[in-house]
Every structure is written in structure tokens, then in C-alpha cells.
């Protein structure tokens, strides 16, 4: 473990995590949802969506831009779907709701579709599929986000780097769980590669004239993020943002407020959209059916130098139990966001942090 | 237009299949149905999918691998949802059924899903993804097939190909359409390298010891198609799988004949997925809005040497129109296989092509 690391029980990074943002205003049961989201997170190993984010929360909450008591609420719905407005709440309260009301749906009708407006940033994608998972169901989450990334062809940022996210119960085996984004890459790798002083590969970004570029200097001001496999992340991108955004009534593209870099006294408007599908009813051998296919791909021929395959997620399950036994090993740049956190919300983040 | 080209009108094309298929015991409705789809994928410009594969389905019907008068039904159901036979049918009929059942659905509680088992190949994904939208509604199809793709790490193919399609209603403009595989390319490239002698980019394949390679000579045999981005196009592989396979108790990887190398006289029994949003209901503002993004894409900076930005699916309907007023110019490889075609159905092709 690399001494830059600070290593912390995920019940005193979820603790943490709950004062902060109450701290803020924030009511319990409300903070609690959103720890445990953000510290899950964290454990996963999945850092760029964990209590890194919270600083960001913080400010919004302190700025008025999130609405502490902010409430989440079905504003139109049918049989198998609903409306959801956020009320400006955290991203992870009006999400967790969101879900829970598509399992309702789908338990009624066999799946649901809920979509979201005046949201926020909702941390990892896949926290909301793995909520449906829990549940014995099929889940899918997505949102939109400001522009980030390019369209094939464009000399800027077109889509938002719009993630998507599915978790689907597999019997004796943790759930199939992908979380990824419709980017090539996550700027975050370009950032590292600048810190780095390293070229990266001419198929992550694209210069101002919109040409392939591997300096990653000059990112995010004068370079762009390109699309994961080109026309299918941008097509991906679009229908994220038709079911996240257009049918929801939710902002989109410039439209919609940075919740990181932007005013945090004025709400960013996300749009985010939930799909639950009920096994049990529809397809009751399917559990069995996925643990199958996964015990199939355990098996299949590696290539020359590969000890093990991995099905999506399962990489991140495993995190999730080292970080239970031995506690999170958190990247100093986690533990320098979680060092404002504290700042903003007056929290004693050493009485946090256990002895590694 | 290339010399190795020959042009044929959309409605000859369109009665030459109708009356292969016909000449194979397929009844008149069934037979429209196909050729339809089959002719509008070729006006579309994706020749992969449209009359050349039409060869493929007929040694079938001929074999008994597809049932000429085999019948689609519903084998369970609840409110937003429905499991469907194809009782061997042609994969055509089968997929139109489906999403009819689908739009059904949609239109009695928000949004529908219907799973399928016992199809078969079922051309191009947009086809059906199309057929929603011309209803209105927001159309996503799926299907599983015989394993062609390597996941990270493995040293051969894991997954198949996997299509997924959606189209999206779009005010002033065509729906928007994506139609995409879960592979780096398609197998067709490889091919066209092969044939010309040049190298591939070495993202596409890997060798048999799971490594990247730029020699397209040893594909199929000796190599594998890469997925999309790595483990997006595989999670994405496995979500397809998840609602078009393992839900439906349509086969699954090996277990799925191959529709155009296997035996003529078994089914093949593939998997497909079908949803829809009822647009009307949910979200009647997406129509305007999708118009409103489409017509900021074709606004944004483009890139040095670029003369314009598409969405997707922008170029098919272009295409089509094209092919309306000129006609459909077939390539040599397309022209081929269906002269095979009329070989197998008693055909006389020649009749039907018109002088460019």
C-alpha cells in the first residue's frame, strides 16, 4: 500500500461522511442515504465518485444551490412509470427515491421507468442499479452532465460525458454490475498523465482544431474528451440524454449547471432516468441463467499473461470486501478533498481515521 | 457510382424478395414483412444486413431450420410486459410481432417490454427500433448470436456480436437512430482488409494468444474481434444478453445456432429484447426538445476539414431518400449473394433490375 494512501474503516468514513453533511444542514435519514452511497462508493474503489465528491456537495449546500431539506417527489406518473422532480435535494437522496419508486412500478406492471429533473450530480451511476440488484431486480441508471465530451467530427465538447450503469442479480455470485461512461476515458486519467508529465494515446482526446492529440497538457482548457469507440459512445450519449433529459424535463447540455465548477448558490437542473425489470415475474430461471454465463466466462481461454477473466463489477465486489476487513486506502487526492469537506463543514477528520 | 455496383429501384427489389421468400412456402403477409425490412435496410446503405442475408434464410426455410408458416405468440404476460415464441419463424416476423406486443404494452402503462426466444437472425436492429418511433414511441431492440468476440483477457470469442438499436422521435426531423455492435468493427471490415492486402488498425483483433494484432489474413480461423472501448462493449454484451437471453430462455453464447454457417435444418434458437416509451404520455415536450438538440449538434464547431456534423442515423435516412429517387446501387458482394438468392427460390433476378 503506497504511503501516500490514508487508510479508513468504511464506518468511520460513512460516520464522517453523515456528520459533515449534517453539519450542513442536512436531515439524518437524508445524510444517511447519501454516506452510505458515497462511502459504498469509496469501497468499491471507485475514488472519483466517492466522498471526494462530498466538498463539492458541501459547497452547494452551504451556496444554496442544493436544497438541504429539499424533497424528491412524483409530480406526474402511469402504471409503469413516473416524474420525479428533485426539489434541488442531493443527487443521491432524490436518485435512491427515483429508484425505489421504479421497483414499486415495476412490481406493479413487471419493469418501470422513472425519470428526474432539478437534480444534481448522483455520484456513481452503478449505486443505483446495485439498490435494484439488492431487490432481486434488473437495474439501470443514467443522467446527463454539462458538455465534456466530443461528437465524431466536432472540434469541442458536444454531450456530457453521460455515465450509464446496470446491475443484474446472478445467483450464487455478487450481481453483474457495470458503471462505466460513454468517454473514451475519464478526464481524471488525462489529469493523471499531465501530473505525470506522460504522453497519453492520440485516441483520448482531441485538440482545438478537433485532430487527435496524446499531450495531455493542455487539457480540459484546449483539449476535448472523444467518445468511447466513436459514433457509439456519441449515439450511447444521446439516448442517455433522451431518457434522462428530454423526457424528463430536466436541463440538457449547456444548459445544465457544472456542480463542481459553477455558482453554487444556483441549482445545476440534472436530469437522471432509473429502469427497474422485475425477475421474478418476468424471467424467474434468470439468476441461474447469469451464473451460468458467469461461471462460462471464469473458464474461458486467457490470453498469454492473464491469470484471471473479471465479469463487470465483480472487481469492484471484491474491493468492497477487502475494504470491510482492512478498512478504505484512501489516494491522497480523496484525502485532500475529504480535508476541505471537513473544512467547510467544521468536521474533525482526524478523529476519522484509524491507524493503518 | 462504382461500375462493380447495380442499381435496382426500392419496389423491384422489394418484389424479388417478396417473391423469393414466397417461392419458400412463406406466406404473402410474412414474405412483405421480411422483404421490407430487408429492402429498407439496403436503401438505408447497410448492406450488411438488408437482401444479402436473404440467401442465408432461405437455404433455412428450405432446410427446416425456419418455419415458412411458423406463428409468433405470446407465451406470458403481465401488464408492461410479454415473453414471446418465434415458433421457428423467419427472425423478421418474429422481431415486427415483438415490438407491435411491445407498443401495446407501452400504450396501456407508460412503457413496454418484450422478451424473445426461438428467433432467429433478425437483420438490423433499427428496423424495429424504427418501427416504434414511426409510431411515436421511443424503440430500443436487442438480439444475442453465436460467440464472435473476445472479452478483455480472453484469448477467444466470449460474447456475440451483440446488436442493440434505439430510434428517438424528432420533431421536424427523422428520428434519431442508432444501430450499433458491440464490437470494435464489424467482421465485414476485416474481410474487406483481407481482400485488399492491407493491415488493420491492431485494436480491432486478437490473435490466438489473446494479443492485438494488424494481420486481418488469419480472420475468422486464428482471430478474434475485440469489444468496443474494452469493457464497455463487453458489459454492454452482457446487458443485451441479460434481456435478450438469460430473461427470455432464448439460448444463450454456444448454445445459439449460427443462422448462416450452421445446419439449414436446425433452429438456432436466438434471443431478443424489445422496448418502448410511450412519448405521448410520458414526456409529449421530447419530440421539440430532441429537434431542439439535434439542430444544436449541426451547429457546433467543427473540426479542421470537417463539412458537417451528423446524428445518428442522419445518414441512413438521407440514404433512403436517395435510394427512393435513384434507386438502391447494390455492391458486388450484395449483388452476389442474392443471385444466390434466386438461385435457391427459383427466382429470375435479372427481371428486376432496372437500367442505371
Known amino acids: 500500500m503506497s504511503s501516500s494512501r490514508?487508510?479508513?474503516?468504511?464506518?468511520?468514513?460513512?460516520?464522517?461522511?453523515?456528520?459533515?453533511?449534517?453539519?450542513?444542514?442536512?436531515?439524518?435519514?437524508?445524510?444517511?442515504?447519501?454516506?452510505?452511497?458515497?462511502?459504498?462508493t469509496d469501497a468499491w474503489g471507485v475514488f472519483t465518485h466517492g466522498n471526494k465528491a462530498l466538498r463539492g456537495y458541501l459547497r452547494r449546500l452551504r451556496g444554496g444551490g442544493l436544497a438541504p431539506h429539499g424533497t424528491p417527489s412524483v409530480v406526474t406518473e402511469g402504471p409503469g412509470w413516473a416524474l420525479v422532480d428533485g426539489d434541488s435535494s442531493l443527487g443521491m437522496v432524490t436518485?435512491?427515491?427515483?429508484?425505489?419508486?421504479?421497483?414499486?412500478?415495476?412490481?406493479?406492471?413487471?419493469?418501470?421507468?422513472?425519470?428526474?429533473?432539478?437534480?444534481?450530480?448522483?455520484?456513481?451511476?452503478?449505486?443505483?442499479?446495485?439498490q435494484a440488484a439488492r431487490s432481486g431486480f434488473i437495474g439501470v441508471a443514467m443522467a446527463n452532465d454539462?458538455?465534456?465530451?466530443?461528437?465524431?467530427g466536432s472540434r469541442?465538447?458536444?454531450?456530457?460525458?453521460?455515465?450509464?450503469?446496470?446491475?443484474?442479480?446472478?445467483?450464487?455470485?455478487?450481481?453483474?454490475?457495470?458503471?462505466?461512461?460513454?468517454?473514451?476515458?475519464?478526464?481524471?486519467?488525462?489529469?493523471?498523465?499531465?501530473?505525470?508529465?506522460?504522453?497519453?494515446?492520440?485516441?483520448?482526446?482531441?485538440?482545438?482544431?478537433?485532430?487527435?492529440?496524446?499531450?495531455?497538457?493542455?487539457?480540459?482548457?484546449?483539449?476535448?474528451?472523444?467518445?468511447?469507440a466513436g459514433h457509439k459512445g456519441f449515439g450511447l450519449a444521446l439516448l442517455i440524454e433522451t431518457l434522462a433529459g428530454a423526457l424528463t424535463g430536466a436541463a440538457m447540455t449547456t444548459q445544465v449547471g457544472s456542480w463542481l465548477a459553477g455558482d453554487p448558490s444556483i441549482a445545476t437542473h440534472h436530469g437522471a432516468a432509473f429502469l427497474a425489470l422485475d425477475v421474478a415475474v418476468i424471467g424467474p430461471d434468470l439468476p441461474a441463467r447469469i451464473e451460468s454465463l458467469i461461471d462460462e466466462i471464469h473458464a474461458a481461454p486467457r490470453a498469454?499473461?492473464?491469470?484471471?477473466?473479471?465479469?463487470?463489477?465483480?472487481?469492484?465486489?471484491?474491493?468492497?470486501?477487502?475494504?470491510?476487513?482492512?478498512?478504505?486506502?484512501?489516494?491522497?487526492?480523496?484525502?485532500?478533498?475529504?480535508?476541505?469537506?471537513?473544512?467547510?463543514?467544521?468536521?474533525?477528520?482526524?478523529?476519522?481515521?484509524?491507524?493503518p
Not at 19 to 24: D, F, I, K, S, V
Not at 117 to 127: D, K, P, T, V, Y
Not at 179 to 204: F, H, L, N, Q
Request: net charge negative.
Open 95 to 130: 436518485s435512491t427515491y427515483a429508484m425505489e419508486v421504479a421497483l414499486g412500478k415495476a412490481r406493479a406492471t413487471g419493469l418501470g421507468y422513472v425519470g428526474v429533473r432539478n437534480s444534481c450530480h448522483f455520484g456513481a451511476a452503478g449505486a443505483y442499479a446495485a
Open 304 to 355: 498469454v499473461g492473464v491469470d484471471r477473466l473479471y465479469v463487470p463489477g465483480e472487481k469492484e465486489w471484491e474491493n468492497l470486501e477487502r475494504s470491510r476487513k482492512d478498512g478504505i486506502a484512501l489516494p491522497a487526492d480523496v484525502v485532500a478533498s475529504i480535508r476541505e469537506a471537513a473544512t467547510i463543514s467544521d468536521m474533525d477528520l482526524d478523529r476519522y481515521f484509524t491507524t
Open 146 to 152: 454539462i458538455p465534456s465530451v466530443a461528437s465524431p
Open 156 to 228: 469541442g465538447a458536444v454531450t456530457g460525458s453521460n455515465p450509464l450503469a446496470y446491475a443484474v442479480p446472478a445467483g450464487k455470485h455478487r450481481p453483474l454490475m457495470l458503471d462505466m461512461s460513454i468517454a473514451t476515458v475519464a478526464g481524471g486519467k488525462v489529469y493523471a498523465a499531465r501530473e505525470r508529465g506522460e504522453p497519453i494515446p492520440a485516441t483520448w482526446l482531441i485538440n482545438d482544431h478537433g485532430q487527435p492529440t496524446d499531450d495531455p497538457q493542455a487539457y480540459p482548457e484546449h483539449s476535448t474528451l472523444t467518445p468511447a
Open 6 to 40: 490514508q487508510v479508513i474503516s468504511i464506518d468511520n468514513l460513512n460516520e464522517f461522511s453523515v456528520g459533515a453533511l449534517r453539519n450542513c444542514g442536512v436531515g439524518e435519514a437524508d445524510a444517511r442515504v447519501t454516506a452510505e452511497i458515497l462511502t459504498t
